[in-house]
């Protein structure tokens, strides 16, 4: 029985709010000059920050739209996927990598991860594409780079496209490489929580291809590249102005978050490096994550995870449920065992809180607590 005095401290998943206190006046400030402006609806704001993360990414264009989702779709868009064709990519995802190939009416053909680096395993591909393969779309979950060198390679070999779900990645690299840039199309989220968030919800593609980007930058708008000419059935996925000016402000802070987040990836590790029973993420010297999820394994997750949030310790599961497991997907008649790595995955997977303002007695405790209650619960 543990008898030590309960602990006071609260360490939250995420915590935006420390994040504000640091910049909150320069995002103020950004945001004030949109409002000023009165340009909403893309405008400067966005032009601004498509330059500033197509720049980051190493790319030649950046093309900014209200989601991750909607990335991912423009982004198939962009290739003509559609009707009757495949699109490959790994059941270990949020479900919105998978949206996107229904939405423009192809089917998901899912490869299982490596289970050391929870990413697209290569050696699976090969066998996963058909005369119907029309794209693979690696993601680089948790913020770790899949293995792009034998993606590509397979890839190339077929005369595929790779289209990168990089949503959790901003920044990774992969040899010397950014993620997102890496593929003919990279696509990512700014959803809050992500180690580039909008203040809203917010994504963007970026390319190395100007025919894509142009193609992505009427889609967005309605189909329109000239005004209310509309070429092609489009969307409203445009940015707003504000996200933009937000984006521009924190895209300025995301090498230091990214670094402080690998800082407290080590210190986990070697504070947890020695529990019995417990995965923890692999490091590649190759591969640097930028670690938007501290994803560790174990048996009994869900009784580890309530005595974690008895102690003040709060965790996340991603995914508990594998995407060819979804109810959306049943018609796919895929069912457990068709991906084992993906499906242990799910199992086994628990976030820790991770964020770049963490602190190492925050750190200590929640390590203390996992020590203690692993084998109690
Ligand atoms: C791997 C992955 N793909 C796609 C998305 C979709 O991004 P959004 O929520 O911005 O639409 C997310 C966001 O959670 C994600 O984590």
């Known amino acids: ?66 989601s991750g989702t909607s990335a991912l779709h423009l982004a198939l868009r962009c290739l003509d996927i559609g009707p009757g064709d495949e ?10 990598t998978a949206w996107a190939i229904s939405y423009v009416g192809a089917t998901p053909v899912f490869v299982d991860i490596d289970p050391a680096a929870r990413t697209m395993d290569p050696a699976l591909l090969e066998a996963a594409i058909t005369p119907k393969t029309r794209a693979i779309m690696p993601v680089h ?37 950014r993620v997102g840039g890496i ?18 919800e917010g994504g963007a593609l970026v390319t ?27 969307y409203n996925y445009r940015m707003e102005g504000i996200q933009g000016a937000v984006l521009s402000v924190k895209l300025d802070f995301i090498d230091e978050w990214n670094a402080a987040r690998r ?18 993420p692999k490091m590649y010297k190759d591969r640097k994550s930028v670690f938007h999820l501290f994803v560790v394994e174990l048996n009994n997750r869900d009784g580890v995870a309530r005595k974690l949030n008895e102690a003040g310790v709060q965790t996340g599961l991603h995914y508990p449920v594998p995407v060819h497991l979804q109810p959306a997907y049943r018609h796919l008649g895929l069912t457990d065992g068709a991906f084992p790595h993906s499906e242990r995955l799910a199992k086994r997977c628990l976030s820790l809180p991770m964020f770049p303002e963490l602190t190492s ?17």
Do not use: W
Request: a negative charge.
């Open 87 to 96: 699109v490959i990519t790994v059941p270990a995802t949020f479900v919105a």
């Open 208 to 234: 190395n291809d100007e025919n894509i980007a142009q193609r992505a930058r009427a889609l967005r708008d309605h189909g329109q590249r000239q005004r209310y000419i509309h070429e092609e059935v489009g």
């Open 361 to 377: 007695a925050q750190i200590d405790h929640v390590c203390e607590q996992l020590a203690a209650n692993l084998f109690k619960s």
């Open 141 to 177: 979950l948790y913020g770790q780079p899949a293995d792009m060198g034998p993606i590509l390679k397979i890839a190339a070999a077929h005369g595929l496209p790779v289209v990168e779900d990089a949503a959790q990645a901003h920044g990774a690299t992969y040899k010397k490489d």
């Open 1 to 66: 029985m543990n008898t030590a005095a309960p602990s006071t401290l609260t360490v939250p998943f995420v915590d935006l709010k420390a994040q504000f206190a640091l910049i909150g006046d320069e995002v103020l400030d950004a945001i004030g000059e949109v409002c000023r402006d009165a340009k909403f609806c893309l405008g400067p704001a966005v032009e601004e920050f498509e330059k500033g993360f197509a720049e980051f990414c190493e790319t030649q264009h950046g093309v900014a739209v209200n």
């Open 263 to 280: 800082q407290h990836a080590a210190d986990y590790i070697d504070r947890l490096t020695d529990l019995p029973g417990l995965t923890l």
């Open 183 to 200: 593929g003919r199309i990279g696509c990512f989220s700014f959803y809050p929580g992500k180690n580039l968030g909008a203040y809203g």
